[in-house]
């Protein structure tokens, strides 16, 4: 019993990740009804340019603020400078399109700060926390984050002139545009928005998985699962998909035998597009009926 | 001209909606391109005769997708897996059982669409980015799949397997790479005349309903369930030919070629060859074996970035695909014959 309580507090530590990751991903995919497959590296960059900004001796808080603003203002440059002349183009082109941001950043990162295992401060401590072996102050640090940014970004949505307009933005262009809305900026400011949340979960992550310019592979994946799973119309979907894949991606590696490491992503894979046969849209997402 | 190929020229979206014309090129064309891939190599080193059999078992590979995703409109990041189980396939069969490999490419072609349409079944129900999602899973997993412990005895586990390459038959004297070439230019070319006509059979309309409306075309009778499944399958059976092939090519088999790496470079083929015109596989096959050679060229340390910038210059300049040089460049020649 002791053993499972303990693996499932892990993966919940994890899985706060794969929430933030998946939180951003939903946000961009809102925007534009597109999955970023540069969402991660974006986040990396960010978490590099924190990094620096510690090296430059900046102490970790204000590190942090500077990252979030240059992530956001830089989000909105990616998406007026690479992404808008392709508005038009097809869906694939656009997919293509991320791909190659993808390359592009994940080679100036690694050309800018190399390859080597970087060390990165956590703001939380690393002893363990209330006593528990597995789950340490910086893991309880990072699920306190998560649940922060998500009522955050809740009560934005729900409550500010602009979260209203961002949504009316996503789901109905035409009518947005027809009431005065600049549908063309909110679709920025949802880039701006998921860039800075990317950030947000590089750098909670950079001292569990150490800082170099592959750290979001892996992440990235489970955050695009997770959102998947959630429903990617749901931010608050999209979070509870993150701690879902967290839970069962541990509980899988210690209880099925023969899994491990190496096949713990497939297995969370296939228990995740076993769910999707069932409900096609994700747990939280809205089920959308189709005219001819 | 037709109305379709106007829209093109106008880079709009409506582009999707091809005549079943435009999914290839005019006969003139295609002749000139075939004598052009079959003369070649009698003038080329070994390794560029190499490089040729690559492009074209890659171009197939790109088509397979061409047909799925332009043809049916279904979206998959999976085919690295499909091309893994064919080039496995192929290598075990030729190397622990001794089958000839003319014997194996249609074993493997066979067996790879067994398992595309079986794996179609439960996609079914999922479209778009949850599609995608499904067929990445099975990417990611094919690499461990090949490394289990029991099937050890026959894939080699981690190592992988060396596979023989075969000589000209019939005494012919051809080098092994130059017979290897134009056995691969038969399958594609089989393959290509095959493709073209089963999209322009009744199921390849079928396809381009459920692609264009899935909710109008079952109105109109057609099985989408099966169609879809259809196009799964057949796609997957062409990338395991294709991956059998570059087994007997590369003569090496090993999990870690068969990653979701090969997967996104094949769909960069596709997008880059234009989505649903058959002819731009190969042109897709040769950016994604080329451009990267190009871009370790300009620069060593930024050899990434340098990719990413040639496509999106690509995608802009050309958002349809080599497909629009191909129109555009008709167009030019039809208003020089009309002056």
């Known amino acids: ?292 | 001209m037709s109305a379709a190929e106007e829209v093109v020229t106008e880079g709009n979206e409506a582009v999707e909606a091809v005549p079943k014309r435009a999914m290839t090129m005019g006969t003139g064309t295609s002749v000139v391109v075939l004598l052009l891939l079959i003369a070649v190599p009698l003038f080329a080193k070994n390794f560029v005769i190499f490089q040729l059999t690559q492009l074209l078992y890659l171009g197939l590979a790109v088509l397979a997708l061409n047909i799925l995703t332009g043809g049916s409109g279904q979206f998959s990041l999976g085919q690295s897996a499909f091309y893994g189980i064919g080039a496995y396939v192929t290598a075990v069969m030729m190397e622990q059982f001794n089958i000839p490999y003319f014997f194996c490419l249609p074993v493997a072609g066979v067996l790879c669409f067994g398992v595309g349409f079986l794996f179609g079944q439960p996609a079914l129900r999922l479209s778009g980015v949850y599609l995608a999602l499904a067929t990445f899973a099975l990417a990611t997993a094919m690499p461990q799949l090949l490394k289990l412990n029991f099937l050890e005895p026959w894939t080699g586990g981690v190592q992988g397997l060396v596979v023989t390459k075969p000589d000209a038959p019939f005494g012919l004297k051809m080098s092994q790479d130059m017979w290897l070439y134009y056995f691969t230019l038969l399958v594609v070319l089989a393959i290509y005349i095959f493709s073209v006509n089963l999209l322009r059979s009744r199921s390849g309309r079928a396809f381009m309903a459920i692609r264009d409306n899935e909710i109008a075309a079952s109105a109109m009778g057609v099985n989408v369930a099966l169609y879809k499944t259809l196009a799964f399958g057949v796609s997957a059976g062409i990338t395991g030919v294709a991956g059998g092939l570059s087994a007997i090519a590369v003569q090496f088999v090993a999990p870690d070629s068969f990653t979701i790496t090969l997967a996104i470079q094949l769909f960069l083929g596709m997008v880059v060859g234009g989505v649903g015109w058959l002819p731009g596989s190969i042109v897709g096959a040769a950016f994604i074996i080329f451009v990267p050679n190009i871009a370790e060229g300009i620069s060593k340390g930024l050899s990434g970035a340098v990719f990413g910038v040639i496509l999106f210059l690509v995608i802009y300049l050309v958002p349809h695909g080599a497909r629009q040089v191909a129109i555009l460049g008709q167009q030019f020649a039809g208003r020089f014959r009309r002056n």
């Not at chain 1, 002791?2 to 998946?22: K, P, R």
Request: overall charge positive; glycine content about 12%.
């Open chain 1, 1 to 292: 019993m002791e053993l499972f309580t303990n693996q499932v507090l892990a993966g919940i530590a994890t899985g706060a990740i794969y929430a933030c990751m998946a939180l951003a991903v939903v946000m961009i995919y809102q925007a534009i009804d597109h999955l970023n497959f540069a969402q991660g590296e974006m986040a990396m960059f960010s978490t590099f340019i924190s990094w620096q900004l510690m090296q430059w001796g900046v102490p970790y808080w204000g590190a942090f603020v500077i990252t979030l603003v240059l992530s956001f203002i830089g989000g909105i440059a990616i998406e007026r400078i690479l992404f808008k002349p392709l508005a038009k183009a097809p869906v694939l082109t656009n997919v293509a399109g991320f791909i190659a941001l993808f390359s592009i950043i994940n080679s100036s990162a690694g050309l800018i700060w190399d390859f080597t295992i970087k060390q990165y401060p956590t703001p939380f401590g690393s002893s363990p926390f209330l006593g528990s072996q597995l789950v340490s102050t910086h893991q309880a640090g990072m699920i306190g984050v998560t649940v922060l940014l998500l009522l955050g970004l809740y009560f934005f949505f729900q409550y500010t002139r602009i979260g209203l307009a961002m949504r009316a933005a996503a789901s109905v262009p035409e009518s947005a545009r027809l009431v005065g809305i600049n549908t063309s900026w909110m679709i920025a400011l949802g880039w701006g928005m998921a860039s800075a949340i990317g950030a947000i979960a590089g750098m909670l992550i950079a001292p569990v998985v150490f800082l170099e310019p592959n750290m979001m592979g892996g992440v990235l994946i489970y955050g695009f699962a997770a959102a998947v799973l959630g429903g990617l119309t749901s931010p608050f979907g999209a979070v509870v998909g993150g701690f879902l894949v967290g839970i069962f991606e541990n509980l899988a590696g210690t209880y099925i035998p023969g899994v491990g490491n190496e096949l713990k992503l497939p297995i969370a894979l296939a228990l995740i597009i076993s769910v999707l046969v069932v409900k096609p849209a994700g747990l939280f997402g809205r089920h959308i009926v189709k005219r001819v």
